[in-house]
């Protein structure tokens, strides 16, 4: 039993102040450009998936949305790349080998979110459907109509999908390991 007279130990305890919580942030671009590219792979990523399911009549629009989507990830996956070498990333943070498996998981989120947009729109036109950007801007073509090559893009276009995902569950699963395990700042650096 405590005597009436002996300090409280969590009557000392104090909780930080944002103040005292300095989290090293990712520039405001950089926010901004990761959480649209996450937003439109979330919509993207499923729509490809549900074509198949969709009948005739509304396949095509279905494609043109899709491919218009992930021509848009392109796009901005080569802004966050200017951005990357333009601005400067806040020091990585943590153990030697969370710090590799970081930047391994990082670059080939980046590599695959330029194979996947490169591929599915290549594949799309090699199989004879040229993009016309949300039905509105028709989009060049640079290789045309060529059955022979439209099923090796396809596949890369698919394989690189699955892979993505993997990296996708991966990088999900090491931000809850982060914030709800190790319980540190890692998440806010990105909000």
């Not at 002996?6 to 104090?14: G, L």
């Not at 005292?20 to 990712?26: E, T």
């Not at 509304?58 to 333009?86: A, C, P, Q, T």
């Not at 290789?143 to 996708?168: D, N, Q, R, Y």
Request: glycine share 6%; charged share 15%; net charge positive.
């Amino acid at each position: 039993m405590s005597k009436i007279n002996e300090p409280n130990i969590f009557a000392r305890a104090t909780c930080p102040t944002e103040a005292d919580i300095h989290v090293h942030r990712f520039p405001a671009t950089s926010r901004l450009l990761h959480w649209i590219v996450a937003a439109l792979v979330l919509a993207t990523w499923p729509l490809g998936l549900f074509i198949k399911f969709t009948t005739n009549e509304v396949k095509l629009d279905f494609y043109m949305i899709h491919e218009s989507l992930g021509f848009l990830v392109l796009w901005i996956m080569l802004l966050r790349i200017g951005n990357k070498l333009l601005v400067k990333a806040p020091p990585a943070e943590g153990a030697a080998i969370e710090r590799f498996a970081a930047s391994s998981v990082h670059g080939l989120l980046y590599l695959l979110l330029i194979v996947m947009p490169v591929s599915g729109f290549l594949a799309t036109n090699a199989h004879g459907f040229p993009l016309h950007w949300f039905g509105l801007v028709p989009v060049w073509s640079p290789i045309g109509k060529t059955p022979e090559i439209a099923w090796t893009l396809s596949a890369v276009h698919t394989w690189s999908a699955w892979i993505l995902l993997a990296l996708f569950a991966l990088h999900v699963g090491a931000v809850l390991f982060h914030h709800v395990i190790k319980r540190d700042n890692t998440l806010y650096r990105i909000l």
